[in-house]
């Protein structure tokens, strides 16, 4: 068959541009200048020429949005450029300590630029471009590694799926991040088509976005209401992008949606202003968000700042103050936790609550419980607090009715029947028997949980029945299930036990870092046991720590330190290590990331194009001691010059600071 003519190719061109052009007028602008039936039109023809002529289908083309088969799953996606989790503030006071941390961190007195924009309640994503054309679509994840929905991005219609000429031949790998959103209009038309078809509803817009890009068959993702926020870019070393702003300039002028409350300002009064003006407009929008997030403007003044842990420290959350809504407590039931914590649950008439329906809340310990004089059948305000956690602020004691029913405080274990105490100094009663069925499956649930061990199909009712028939008694029995022993638990055909002992045995090779999440000492988050991997390198050397040691690490306070002290020193857990050790567990040893001091005192700044990203060079500075700043300045003591340099090797001959090639660099180290 003769391939198309000249005539064919320009009239499929002028249909792609047209479809584009309409896709934006109506996801992106609202402004729809054609009727549907005229846009079905223009889009059966493209496909029909594209039928006829498969050579024509280009990745860009508006066809390629409709879906492909499902995905057996979702691949793994490295992010060069790690997705950071951000700091929160939710006062005035609190940002001002923000602000005043910054201009520290800059060695400035004066006002900082600062970009605005809404903190949006949808699912943070990114577009990685080579050469123009979009190739990879992942998730946040873990903030290191994301999964790979590309096939399911590229259906979001306001996604564009290549960049101009210019913006591809200047940066050939672009890295853009944003947010994918359902806006609350089309949330409630997609529940409504739901509904009409017998299909299960979606609980609020945000699970909605979440669900939808995680769907293995992207036909269906193509189906539902989505759009893309673009907030910004991952790497800030590229050419003539210098600040935030500017980054946002390029990805308008590359027809990515940016929010139309996007706001560059100078100095913290300014940003106050504008969280004051945003919850006003909050009400008014169309989409769902919960605050304003805050980023200093220009990149070598982020790059300066650099960050914590997770969170950057030139970029910080400025949250809402959480809803309220009235409800009815209908009784109060006690928890007990992992580390035998024993907690009041109100159990409440169900209420809509920004965006959820609460019917659980925390009233956190008998103080609060005694100081809000609740009782059952009383009503009562509850929120979200931070948006996410519910729990009671007040009681309308003008609406008690006369039957309201006082609260008793446990005296004994709600779980094993054991004296409840409260050690001096605590606001927490404790069941401190530490055979307390609640407190081992507690433990055993956050051991086998994604951030610890991972064991895929070990959850709370296996976990539960486990603990009653006595096949488990400490984390370490895990490890000698046998296939017999599952068996035994309801539900529990042999596929599915066979599947979990192979997750059991995969989990016999988990990192240091998820180890020493999984055991469960008290303070220490995922990002605390990073920190304790990193410097120690073995679980022999952390459990030997002495407090000061642990003290010494940026990021573990003295509590924390006590904690992890107390853990090694307690019988039980050295125990539970060593049968973690017999049932084939593999503490894995990594080479100790810790400090030299060879360039301890010394101030750099880099630029050109080295053998390696500058986030490299970064890392060995600071791990030796020295600084890294964004800027030249008197106070530079070297700047690193790669090729290709710029303005920055100008600003160092004129100050008279050393310039170092990156052999010369190394040789230093």
Request: contains cysteine; aromatic residues 6%; hydrophobic residues 40%.
């Amino acid at each position: 068959m003769p391939g198309p003519s000249s005539q064919i190719i320009k009239e499929h061109q002028d249909l792609k541009n047209r479809v584009e052009h309409h896709n934006r007028c109506y996801y992106v602008l609202d402004r729809p200048e054609i009727s549907d039936a005229e846009f079905d039109r223009l889009f059966d023809r493209l496909l029909e020429l594209e039928k006829a002529y498969p050579e024509l289908v280009t990745p860009d083309s508006p066809s390629q949005r409709i879906g492909a088969v499902p995905s057996k799953k979702f691949p793994p996606v490295q992010h060069r450029v790690p997705m950071l989790s951000l700091q929160k503030v939710t006062t005035p006071e609190e940002f001002g300590e923000f602000d005043r941390r910054v201009r520290e961190g800059l060695e400035r007195n004066d006002e900082i630029d600062y970009v605005l924009e809404p903190k949006l309640d949808g699912l943070a994503v990114e577009l990685v471009y080579e050469n123009g054309l979009l190739v990879v679509g992942s998730t946040r994840g873990d903030g290191a590694v994301g999964e790979g929905i590309t096939a399911n991005l590229r259906t979001v219609r306001n996604i564009p799926l290549m960049l101009s000429e210019e913006t591809a031949r200047k940066y050939p790998l672009l890295e853009v991040r944003g947010e994918v959103i359902m806006k609350r209009s089309a949330f409630a038309k997609l529940n409504e088509r739901l509904a009409a078809n017998n299909a299960p509803t979606l609980a609020n817009p945000r699970n909605g976005a979440a669900g939808s890009l995680r769907q293995l068959d992207s036909r269906i993702t193509a189906t539902r209401p989505l759009l893309f926020f673009a907030y910004g870019i991952s790497a800030t070393d590229l050419s003539d992008l210098t600040s935030q702003s500017a980054a946002i300039d390029l990805l308008r002028k590359e027809n990515f949606t940016v929010n139309a409350e996007f706001r560059a300002v100078k100095g913290a009064a300014a940003v106050g202003r504008e969280f004051e003006r945003l919850a006003e407009q909050r009400p008014k929008l169309n989409y769902d968000i919960d605050g304003m997030v805050v980023k200093v403007n220009r990149f070598d003044e982020q790059t300066t700042l650099g960050q914590i842990s997770r969170a950057p420290r030139w970029a910080v959350a400025w949250k809402f103050a959480a809803e309220l809504a009235e409800t009815v407590l209908q009784d109060v039931e006690f928890s007990v936790g992992r580390t035998g914590v024993i907690t009041p649950v109100a159990k409440l008439r169900p209420v809509y609550v920004s965006g959820v329906t609460v019917s659980n809340a925390s009233l956190h310990n008998e103080d609060e419980l005694e100081r809000l004089d609740a009782r059952i059948g009383d009503t009562v305000v509850i929120r979200r607090a931070g948006d996410i956690i519910p729990e009671v602020m007040e009681v309308v004691y003008d609406k008690r009715p006369k039957n309201a029913k006082r609260v008793k405080y446990p005296t004994d274990c709600p779980s094993c029947g054991s004296a409840v105490v409260r050690p001096e100094g605590e606001a927490a009663q404790r069941c401190v028997n530490i055979s307390c069925p609640a407190q081992i499956e507690g433990r055993l649930v956050h051991f086998a949980s994604k951030g610890g061990f991972d064991i895929v199909g070990l959850g709370d009712k296996f976990v539960r029945q486990l603990v009653e028939r006595k096949l488990i008694h400490s984390p370490a029995d895990i490890f000698f299930l046998a296939k017999d022993d599952l068996l035994q638990l309801d539900l529990m055909a042999d596929k599915k036990a066979q599947n979990l002992l192979d997750a059991i045995e995969r989990s016999r090779r988990t990192p240091l870092s998820k180890i020493i999440y999984a055991l469960g000492i008290i303070g220490v988050g995922e990002a605390a046991a990073k920190l304790l991997a990193d410097h120690f390198g073995t679980i022999n050397s952390l459990q030997q720590a002495s407090q000061d040691q642990l003290r010494g690490i940026d990021g573990i306070g003295p509590v924390i330190a006590a904690n992890i002290e107390d853990f090694f020193r307690t019988p039980g857990n050295r125990e539970l290590i060593a049968g973690m050790r017999k049932g084939g567990v593999d503490f894995p040893q990594q080479a100790p990331v810790g400090k030299g001091t060879g360039l301890a005192g010394l101030s750099f700044v880099i630029t050109g194009t080295l053998s390696k990203p500058r986030d490299h060079f970064k890392s060995l500075i600071e791990q030796n001691g020295g600084k890294v700043s964004g800027s030249v300045s008197k106070k530079t003591d070297y700047l690193l010059c790669g090729a290709d340099a710029g303005s920055k090797l100008d600003d160092a001959r004129k100050l008279g600071v050393k310039v170092i090639a990156e052999d010369q660099f190394i040789s230093m180290l």
